[in-house]
């Protein structure tokens, strides 16, 4: 079974520094999709980014970007020039790419604080 | 609907009675999610709806935990006789179409069992 960790239960960082949220993951599979979900207090998870297994560059959405090490089994999360509504709960999560099967598996999360 | 929709928002009850969270997915949407989220935990994984079918219920806990869809569409999950272990924020979740899809989240029912 695949698993997901994150290590960083809490992290924090200055407005408009850049922060980076660890994500390893274990798998024997080649074919797989990798997301990073946001959950602000509102309690609803918001995507926001994926990476596909098969693509060597690194995914990125303005200022969120990943690293991708395929073999070291990592996906961190850089966020640059952090603002205030970035602070939320991150997961970090795993869908396998065989066909048929769609849970997507979480981390258990790394909360973050932005710090004015 | 625009978004998902979970209802309700808030729900107690006492240990032992029955309690039906409902799901109402993207219009659209085939495929439909159920998680689990315990105070300061991930997200567990309990179902999964393609269309009416459940290809993956294996994250059900126990036989006190049962879900449906009808139509393609609105899904229940149904907790009998509950716990207090039972206690947290139920999540839903629908996609389009499988692979690196967006899943769409709904806000969540958080359920307490006094």
């Known amino acids: 079974a695949q698993t997901v960790t994150q290590s960083q239960p809490e992290m924090s960082v200055q407005e408009a520094e850049t922060v980076t949220l660890s994500c390893t993951y274990d798998?024997?599979?080649?074919?797989?999709?990798l997301f990073w979900y946001k959950q602000p207090p509102s309690r609803q998870m918001i995507l926001v980014i994926r990476q596909e297994a098969y693509k060597q560059q690194n995914a990125t959405e303005n200022r969120f970007s990943v690293n991708f090490q395929k073999a070291a089994k990592s996906f961190s999360l850089k966020i640059s020039d952090s603002q205030l509504g970035d602070a939320a709960m991150y997961f970090c999560a795993y869908r396998s790419g065989i066909q048929g099967a769609q849970k997507l598996v979480f981390g258990q999360g790394t909360r973050l604080t932005i710090n004015p | 609907g625009a978004g998902v929709s979970q209802s309700p928002s808030n729900k107690v009850t006492e240990k032992g009675k029955d309690v039906e969270l409902r799901c109402d997915p993207i219009s659209g949407h085939t495929a439909l999610y159920w998680y689990r989220q315990s105070l300061g935990q991930g997200l567990e994984f309990l179902i999964y709806?393609?269309?009416?079918?459940?290809?993956?219920k294996s994250g059900l806990p126990s036989d006190r935990f049962s879900a449906e869809r009808t139509g393609g569409s609105v899904s229940t999950l149904t907790i009998q006789r509950t716990q207090q272990e039972d206690s947290a924020v139920y999540l839903c979740?629908?996609?389009?179409?499988?692979?690196?899809?967006?899943?769409?989240f709904g806000q969540g029912t958080r359920l307490t069992v006094v």
């Open positions: 798998t024997s599979e080649s074919d797989y999709y």
């Open positions: 709806f393609q269309g009416n079918s459940a290809p993956d």
């Open positions: 979740a629908s996609s389009f179409r499988t692979g690196n899809t967006e899943a769409f």
